[in-house]
């Protein structure tokens, strides 16, 4: 079983749908949690980063950590074409540096 | 400011032949990162520089990848006798220090290898 799972995709909504990528995950000791956007041939992008439980907003985007579960999310409000994109979550122990990333979850929005 | 850069973008090689990869960080941080990422995969970590040093290395697969930093700034990740298995996207990240709450890793536009 991996560390980090995570449903490949494809996801495809129409323009302004609500989008919901999530991620489990088996390490109880992870305590970082980041959302990463690739676009094809490009290196992945930080989008989001969250400390331990809880939310964040940053624009469309909303973060979520329920460290209970094991279950991340990342929501987009108003999808635009333009989201069309990988999403991969990575995930790391408090204080140490080596990202443990999901497969990554393809999105399309189609216009 | 400029993010990081890695040269070149695409590499082809055969198989048996010895590579050079490089990574150009952000200006001033000081950790540096090599992962390495399969198509439909998620990016796996390879090597990890803290400063001119490896600090972990225990991501590279066997004895014929090797990474140095010899300055502390520009890293280049090599490979030796490229098998096909070695074709990849090869990501380099860099960040202000390692493991802080804010130390968050930016990536570069990666290296795409393929070992014919």
């Known amino acids: 079983q991996k560390e980090v799972e995570q449903d490949p995709g494809p996801l495809s909504v129409p323009e302004g749908a609500i989008v919901s990528l999530n991620c489990t995950y088996s390490?109880?000791?992870?305590?970082?949690f980041m959302w990463y956007r690739q676009y094809s041939r490009k290196g992945p992008e930080l989008l989001m980063y969250t400390y331990s439980s809880g939310n964040k907003e940053d624009g469309r985007f909303t973060a979520q950590v329920d460290k209970s579960s094991k279950y991340i999310s990342l929501f987009i409000r108003d999808s635009q074409p333009s989201d069309s994109a990988t999403y991969l979550c990575a995930m790391s122990p408090s204080g140490t540096y080596k990202y443990i990333f999901g497969t990554g979850t393809r999105l399309k929005v189609l216009a | 400011g400029a993010g990081v850069s890695q040269t070149p973008s695409n590499k082809v090689t055969e198989k048996g032949k010895y590579v050079e990869l490089r990574c150009d960080p952000i200006?001033?941080?000081?950790?540096l990162y090599w992962y390495r990422q399969s198509l439909g995969q998620g990016p796996e970590f390879l090597i990890y520089f803290q400063g001119t040093g490896a600090a972990d290395d225990s991501g590279l697969p066997n004895d014929r990848f090797f990474a140095v930093r010899p300055e502390g700034s520009v890293s280049t990740l090599k490979i030796q006798r490229t098998e096909r298995g070695d074709s990849a996207v090869y990501l380099c990240a860099s960040s202000f220090r390692a493991g802080g709450s804010k130390d968050t890793q930016y990536f570069g536009p990666g290296t795409r290898l393929t070992v014919l």
């Open positions: 390490n109880s000791a992870f305590q970082y």
């Open positions: 200006s001033g941080h000081t950790a």
